[in-house]
């Protein structure tokens, strides 16, 4: 027996009793875009799966192949009525049993999927103001690079930049640089540069921002460098934007007094969905 909010049930009316993505973050996942039927950048998410999984010593079953988990995902969407735009997440998780040692390195895995408003990328219009988070730090670390079930950085952050009235908040690492936002990495324009930081700074291994590197390294005059950014680095920059798979480019507005434009942010989010109805 259990005690569930103060109702004692039989254990096994509940399955999060044994699971051990609740019990210890044991699980790591994909949020995926799928647009008229098809997973955007589906190759990239995939290996980046299957690395993640060997990273945390999760036995990858013969079964997940590309093709396998694409026709999971799209069958889930199509009988959810969904398939013409669309978010899933791939959750895999280790299988129950063990405290901090586990039983066994097998693995389940859930699949989920909600509608998605648009079809193409676009930029929010509005004010888009950020602050950086310090309560805690991202350490520089292989961890840190992928998706786990432990994102309580994320989410204190979250709480921390609706209670201030920010729309994100950049993390910082255990050097006091900054890594990403909340929700997707981050890029910074100086000029001609465009600027990222270093997946070795301990920012996610993120699928859009391949995109977006690759992209970037095609428009005329604009410099692609991989480099630390520090706080006062945001202060000279002259545009600051985030991005994932699901929002696609995100222009900052504002960071404490300084405004940022969005030029370069533009013109790479028409290339995008222009690289994406392409293909």
């Known amino acids: ?27 790591v996942f994909e949020t995926l875009k799928i647009v008229n039927n098809k997973i955007l950048f589906l190759e990239d998410h995939y290996f980046r799966l299957m690395a993640s999984m060997r990273v945390v010593r999760m036995e990858i079953p013969m079964n997940f192949t590309m093709e396998f988990l694409e026709e999971q995902v799209l069958s889930l969407v199509q009988q959810n009525g969904i398939s013409a735009s669309a978010r899933a997440r791939i959750t895999v998780f280790r299988n129950d049993g063990g405290l901090y040692l586990p039983k066994t390195n097998e693995v389940s895995y859930l699949i989920h999927a909600t509608p998605l408003e ?5 930029l929010k219009s509005g004010e888009y103001e950020v602050d950086l988070y310090k309560d805690f730090y991202v350490t520089k670390q292989l961890l840190s690079s992928i998706k786990t079930t432990n994102k309580m ?52 291994n993120g699928v859009m921002r391949k995109q977006i590197l690759a992209l970037a390294k095609k428009v005329e005059g604009i410099e692609v460098h991989e480099e ?27 960071y404490r007094k300084k405004e940022f434009t969005s030029n370069l942010a533009h013109l790479l989010l028409q290339k995008l969905n222009e690289s994406i109805s392409e293909n």
């Not at 027996?1 to 699980?27: K, S």
């Not at 648009?118 to 676009?122: D, I, K, Q, S």
């Not at 930049?161 to 908040?169: K, P, R, S, V």
Request: net charge negative; charged share 15%; glycine share 10%.
């Open 1 to 27: 027996m259990i005690n569930f909010n103060g109702n004692i049930v039989e254990q096994n009316d509940n399955i999060l009793t044994q699971n051990r993505a609740f019990l210890y973050g044991d699980g």
């Open 118 to 122: 648009n079809v193409v990328y676009a």
């Open 153 to 204: 950085i994320n989410v204190t952050g979250s709480v921390f930049a609706h209670e201030n009235g920010l729309a994100n908040c950049l993390l910082i690492n255990d050097t006091k640089n900054v890594v990403e936002g909340l929700q997707g990495n981050l890029f910074m324009v100086v000029g001609k540069k465009l600027i990222t930081p270093p997946i070795s700074e301990g920012c996610l």
């Open 228 to 254: 630390i950014i520090s706080p006062f680095d945001l202060q000279k920059a002259d545009e600051l934007f985030l991005t994932n798979v699901i929002m696609g480019i995100q222009p900052i507005t504002k």
